[in-house]
């Protein structure tokens, strides 16, 4: 398996990119993601690496979800798949607004690379469905019990949290002990996300990255036979 060479992570400047340039496809995804890497840039500029420190985190089994936010989970119009939609959900991401962001960072050659790594079975979608209706959703990548998480968007209210839980709950039972926020954001922190050590997710990643789950996280009831 390929092994990120372009520096090291632990080592990275806190604030800014470990490196720029390079190819971008599921190759290199893959070596930067068990480094605990991961690409973020502007259209038109060269890839950047990142390795910020400290690193936004999320305990699968501390997951906070709030009386107003069961309500909505337990609102009959709500569907909750994953896998259904990768591309689908890449593009809605790139296309919600950001605050304070012009454009997004999610490229046609993003989408394209990751799209790559999601049917070599690395990379993941969440589709929030209200309705019906495609609402809501996430994707990441996951690497042995710790899961990436990237970008997600919503169309009608709490639609991401309503997939975030959703998904957290997967990842708990099916055995994963991390999830990667990366940066903090607000959103995230309301449902139990907090900053570490860089040092402390770069050993916990070292450490899980290649035990295996265990159990399936991905699986549709509706669409495969269940457990």
Request: hydrophobic share 40%; aromatic share 10%.
């Amino acid at each position: 398996m390929t092994e990120w060479t372009r520096g090291d992570p632990a080592k990275a400047p806190a604030r800014s990119p470990l490196a720029t340039g390079g190819p971008l496809d599921e190759v290199a995804l893959l070596a930067a993601y068990r480094s605990g890497i991961f690409p973020w840039y502007s259209e038109g500029d060269p890839v950047a690496w990142w390795c910020p420190d400290p690193r936004f985190v999320l305990l699968p089994g501390e997951l906070r979800v709030t009386d107003s936010l069961r309500r909505t989970l337990r609102k009959p119009g709500w569907t909750v798949t994953f896998d259904q939609d990768f591309a689908g959900v890449m593009r809605a991401c790139a296309a919600a607004p950001r605050p304070g962001q012009d454009g997004t960072w999610i490229t046609d050659e993003m989408i394209a690379a990751y799209v790559a790594l999601h049917r070599a079975g690395h990379a993941h979608s969440v589709e929030v469905r209200w309705h019906g209706e495609l609402v809501g959703g996430l994707y990441g990548v996951a690497v042995g019990r710790v899961f990436h998480g990237e970008s997600m968007f919503h169309r009608r209210s709490d639609a991401s949290k309503v997939g975030f839980v959703r998904l957290v709950e997967r990842l708990l039972a099916s055995g994963f002990v991390l999830v990667d926020c990366q940066m903090p954001t607000e959103h995230l922190a309301s449902l139990g996300a907090f900053a570490v050590r860089r040092a402390d997710f770069l050993a916990c990643l070292r450490a899980q990255r290649d035990l295996p789950p265990t159990g399936d996280p991905w699986f549709n009831p509706d669409a495969y036979p269940g457990p």
